[in-house]
Each structure stands twice: as structure tokens, then as C-alpha cells.
């Protein structure tokens, strides 16, 4: 994504709404948007905060180039003023953002932009399509990593995704949410994670027999040698020959780091407790047995529950593509509107019948609140910019919809901390050591610490409360009242 310029990535109404700005030049104020989405993708407990280092790329490269510009005007819809405009056009605001390998929740601000409002506006279609599709993919590769309950989980899924680039940055946010590698070698370059992969049924159907093949294999790579066992018979003739082969290798003294076999058809279960059975028998006790096979954390978690003991996964399709819930729901909306005489910020809000689709107005902050005992996250609370939160007072916490839910954390039982951090100051990005992304691997690590197992439940998972602040309730309160009398 460095290499290219996407400020074109972006449906053509940010466009003439930017167009109208600037035929109305004092319409053209700071603003600030909010990016956020309403509900957690498959009914997690939570979602992970994934893609901000493309956003980060995407806002360094945003320039309209001469051949945009020159395909704008063919166009025939956008003026010469206009265009000339857009050839120095460059993002001058400032950013905020929930960091990579948090968790996070419906309705709290992912990312704030707090600039001019055409460059605001321009960000708006790129910077959701690499929320929305990254912090899916990591969301539900956490779900499958989740099921394996230990077990290696590899991303497969290259051939069945949506194109290149969501092969590509899939296998980035499903490593962010715990892969142990990736078959996707690109991914691995670019991002320096680790990659994996045995072989194909066409290797094995190349040569005259499977054991042929199986040999020619182990003596390419003994120190990973996991052979694919179902290309003919999985249990009269793939395991035995993989043993063979095994068995050849002890006697040759090759000591392979990995060794094992894998499945990808049958059933996995029956298949797989024969297969560790006559492994064993052959005295192969530490060999891997891997499958794939349209995995997903479902079937994962049945087929544990009926005593598998298949301790590695390929998992493909229903990953890299989030199968059962390919979108993720983001959206942008204007939460503020400078007002240019007195420098301070109006607070906007947008109205809706439905009242997961009213937006909570103003300059907003988001602090995270922790048991002080235990550690785990308690809720996370959005305030706004201007409000200070002190541990050494109490801190009542209610329910924004259902007002009378109420919370008093006792002062000295709590430790709150601001979650989003700011990344662009001024048109400068000041978010500089970022971390890798098996770095940032761990970082999801340490935050599944801070959530009880009832949030992580793949089925019903307990609720994280995210509350308003009473200032910002109140500021809400104020502005449907107003709307309501107009």
C-alpha cells in the first residue's frame, strides 16, 4: 500500500460534496468525524482494532496526482478551480486512534479525524474499507484461535479470498489475532511473519506411489516433514507409508525439528484418533497431526469436544472471508463543526428511530476502566475531551439507554486509563515507533488477559459496558431535546 497513491480509493460523492465546500468556502470549517461501528462481528464479546498502519500510509500518500486529476476532469462534472485546488491538496488535520491489538467495543470512536472538512471527507470511504475489512478478519481469526484452545492455528486462505489485497492484509490481521503463520509468502515478506505449508495432492500424484512421493518429501525437507495422507486412503495407505517414511528417517538418524502428518477430508475426528493410534504404536508419540478441510471455529469446537487429536489447524476460507459474517459494519459520522469566530467546537448529532443510530455529539475521549484487584476491564467509558477522571475520587458508571443500571466504583478499587492515542498532530504523524505486527501479536495477547472468560465465550459472551460520561449524556440529552421542539 506505500507504493501506491489510493487517494482515488473513495466513492464519487466525497468528491462533489468536497466540490460544494469549496464553492462555499466558509462551509469548509474543522470538523470532526468519529469512525466507530455498532455490533461486534458474530456475535463476539468484542472486536479487535486492526488496519491503522494502513491508515497511517493512506494519510502520508494522500496527494491527487496529474493523472488523477486529469481522469477527474473527463469526468466532465468537476471545475477547473476546483482541480486546480486539488493538485496541492494534503491532510493538515490531526488523528486519533484506538492502537492496533486492542480490544474494543460497539459505538466508542476507532478512529477521530479532526480537520478541514474536505480532508475529512475524503478520508472517509478508504479509511472504512481498511477498518472494516481488517479488524473482521482479526476478529474472526481470534474466534478460531479461540476454539483451538492452544493448538497452532496457520491462515490458508489466500486462493478463496477477496482478491489480493484482502489475502494479503487478512493474513495480517489474522496474524495480529494469533496465527501461528501463513501460507500467503507475500504477507510474509511484507509484513515478516512466519510462513507455512507441506505440499499438495498433485505432489503426491506425480509420482508413480504415495510412498515414492512421501520419500522424495522427507529427503527435500526433513526438518519439516508433515506429510498429506488422504490423497488415496487415508488410514490403508497414507498413515502406514507416512510411518514408513517416519520410521526411515530414525533409522537414518535424521531427527526432524517437525514431523507428522495431514488430513483434509473424511472425518476429521474418527481419522484422527486412528491416526494418533497407530502413530503411537510406531512409537511417533510427538508427531504433529494436522488438518484442514473448510475449518472454522464451530467445527474446531466440535470436533475437540468429540476427542480429535488433531493438535494443529489449517484454517482457509472460512477465515480469510469471515464466511458467516463478511462485513463488519463501520461507519463515519460528523460529531462536531468548528465554529470560526469563536474557535470552538458545535457539537452535531445525527437522529434515527432507531436508537443505535444516534450518534453521541461533541469532542469525545475514551478511557478504559479496570478492576484494580483482578486487573480485568470493568467497562470503557466515553467522555468528553475536556473532562478529567481522578482515581483517588469515586466513579459512578450507569447505562446510557437504560439510565437506572448504575454502577459507584469506590475510589482506590479502579485504575481508568485514556485508550485512543494520537497519530497525525497537524498533518504530521507522531506515531513513530509502531510496533510489528508480531508485536502487535502479542499485544492482543496481553489484552485477552485484562477480559474475564465470560467475554470470550464464543457463543453469548458476557457484555463489556461501554457507558457515557454524565457531561456527555447530558450534552446528548440536550441536543435530542432541542430537535425534538423544532
Known sequence: MSTRNLTLLTDLYELTMMQGYFRNKHANANV??????????????????CGLEQIIELVENLHFSKEDIEYLDSLKIFDKDFLEYLADFKFTGDVYAIPEGNVMFPREPVVKIKAPIMQAQLLETALLNIINHQSLIATKAYRVVHAAKGDGVMEFGLRRAQ???????????????GCIGTSNVLAGQMFDVPVMGTHAHSWIMSFDDELTAFREYAKLYPDACILLVDTYDTLKSG??????????????????????????????????????RMLDEAGFTDAVISASN??????????????AT????????????????????????????????????IPKIKLSENAEKITNPGDK???????????????????LVDEVYNEDED???????????????KAGTYTIKPLMIPVFINGECVYKDRPTVMELQQVFKDELETLWDESK??????????????????????????????
Not at 466507530?36 to 458474530?42: E, G, H, L, Q, V
Not at 473448510?294 to 476427542?307: A, H, M, P, R, T
Not at 466513579?395 to 466504583?409: G, S
Not at 465465550?457 to 421542539?485: C, T
Request: hydrophobic share 40%; aromatic share 10%; proline share 3%.
Open 395 to 409: 466513579l459512578l458508571l450507569f447505562d446510557p439507554v437504560e439510565t437506572w443500571k448504575k454502577t459507584l466504583l
Open 310 to 345: 488433531i493438535n494443529s489447524w489449517g484454517v482457509g476460507t472460512n477465515l480469510i472471508t469471515s464466511k458467516d459474517n463478511p462485513s463488519f459494519g463501520g461507519v463515519y459520522k460528523l460529531a462536531a463543526i468548528m465554529d470560526k469566530e469563536t474557535g470552538e467546537y
Open 239 to 276: 498413515i502406514p507409508n507416512a510411518i514408513k517414511v517416519f520410521k526411515e528417517m530414525r533409522e537414518a538418524g535424521i531427527s526432524s525439528k517437525k514431523y507428522g502428518i495431514r488430513m483434509d477430508s473424511g472425518d476429521l475426528a474418527y481419522l484422527s484418533k486412528k491416526a494418533k
Open 32 to 49: 470532526i468525524f468519529d469512525a466507530f461501528y455498532r455490533k461486534n462481528p458474530d456475535g463476539n464479546g468484542f472486536a479487535i482494532s
Open 365 to 383: 475521549v475514551i478511557y478504559r476502566v479496570y478492576d484494580k484487584e483482578s486487573g480485568k476491564l470493568f467497562a470503557d467509558l466515553i467522555a
Open 163 to 177: 482478491g489480493p489485497d484482502a489475502g494479503i492484509y487478512g493474513a495480517r490481521a489474522a496474524m495480529i489475532a
Open 457 to 486: 465465550r464464543l457463543v453469548n459472551p458476557h457484555e463489556i459496558h461501554v457507558d457515557l460520561s454524565q457531561e456527555l449524556w447530558d450534552l446528548k440529552k440536550k441536543l435530542l431535546d432541542e430537535h425534538h421542539h423544532m
Open 294 to 307: 473448510d475449518l472454522d471455529e464451530y467445527l474446531i469446537s466440535d470436533l475437540k469436544n468429540q476427542g
